[in-house]
DNA sequence: TGTCATCCTTGACACAGATCAACCCGAGGT
DNA sequence: ACCTCGGGTTGATCTGTGTCAAGGATGACA
């Protein structure tokens, strides 16, 4: 999850830097996107659909958290992404296995129309390389995830995902440290959890206990977490990969 | 895996047809491909490296497998990807975790040297845009895996690959059909199928035998597959979306 | 104040798949 | 003919996680 290394991209009323577009020359094309783009927000547990149209192009989560998630027909399902802000996410269900984009909470969305933002992007071939880099970027994300679907146990699971959860909300300024010690939200039901790891709810609950009484995490209500020492998290995650987080 | 619709690309001298990169004026880039073009062949378990030069775009494979797999410090592995031929791969190892690439029999590819073909994408956009299409096919198979990986059991899980495998060597017309069975040649050993589907060998080796004792599938030797039935093996696999192949 | 719903925790037990181990089979090599 | 070695099968047992079930905490609402 290289997300620290994007650059970004201020709208004009947007109150977040969305992961950028342009690399290159920022200004100009933010003025570009400033006309044609448009806001829509969702409810907890609402689909996010474009108005009619197939949503056939990107949006931008600009509050909230929405997942894509895949389900079987007996009901068991699996979440695949999870759209934090700044995220952009297009093209959902057009080939063949479709997932499903939801609101996980309440989502308020910067949305491109299709047919200027493709016009856009013909426009500026660095845009379309940039959204190739980013795409790019989104698949490395999903194969590393892949390793931790299917290799590491419930523990390193939890772990792996405090991590990421900890990393995004570094890279969005939205953490508080204190003394070294780093505290975020954790904006997901236990069963949420559950289903981005491949786990049941139960042993997402077993493993967190397990975390606290460890020490490695420290709980706040239910919701609010802190990480003491950020090196025994990566640790019981497995990870090599610091992510550049810890100095 | 929409493998099966998309356009392809013959080289001058290449014994199969690529996925393609352009889907528009396939004549022209053709000629263009073919004057940056150069061959490499790699022996089983050879890391799949680009002379020198960080291997910074795009090669496809013509015979042979190889695969994309993540390590963990203590050897746990997971298979990531598998590249078959007509595959294309670029830019391994590029963001934070970098998964390996690995030829698993002997592989020959067919590569584009990094800067000419850079130059050719910026002069052709479509090219840029058709090389989007593939990284977001890829995205979704990734997305498709990870239900797989996360939620299906044993016996969903080699059905599933063995799903994959069919209709790869169907849309590559490598198959056998001999009254509705179709048959198809496991080129993967025991042990990568675990890779891949986070499982042990043994475990694989004993689903396997199971679906051969329901029938679902027939074995000739340890690596050739009849699959009497497509739709037995679909169920078995839990999956709904077909992928065009019963009819 | 009580009721209800949602989210979470914890315990007891079952079972799928991992682990450990023995053995089989076919292909080279000498 | 014999040996060796990689790949594959099968059995016995162990264990991590799922399943089922009961109950706790918190907040919304009447």
Redesign the interface.
Known sequence: ??VAQLQSLQCSDCPIRHRAVCARCEADELEALNVIKYYRSFQAGQPVIWSGDQMNFVGSVVSGIAT?T?T???G???M??LLLPSDFVG?PG????A?NVVATTDVVMCCFRKKPFEELM?RT?HI??R??EM??????A??????V????TAREKIASLLLILARRDVSLGADERIGGALSFDLKLTREAMADY??LTLETVSRQISALKKAGVIILEGKRHVIVPDMRRLIEEA?D??D?GLVG
Chains 1, 2 share one sequence.
Request: glycine residues 14%.
């Open positions: 999850m290289p894509l895949q079987m027909e007996d068991r399902t699996q695949v992404g093209r057009r080939s063949g296995a997932y013909a071939p379309a390389h959204l190739l795409t790019l970027d989104e698949l490395d999903a194969r590393e995830w892949m390793l679907l299917g290799r590491k790891l491949g497995g090599d990969s992510g």
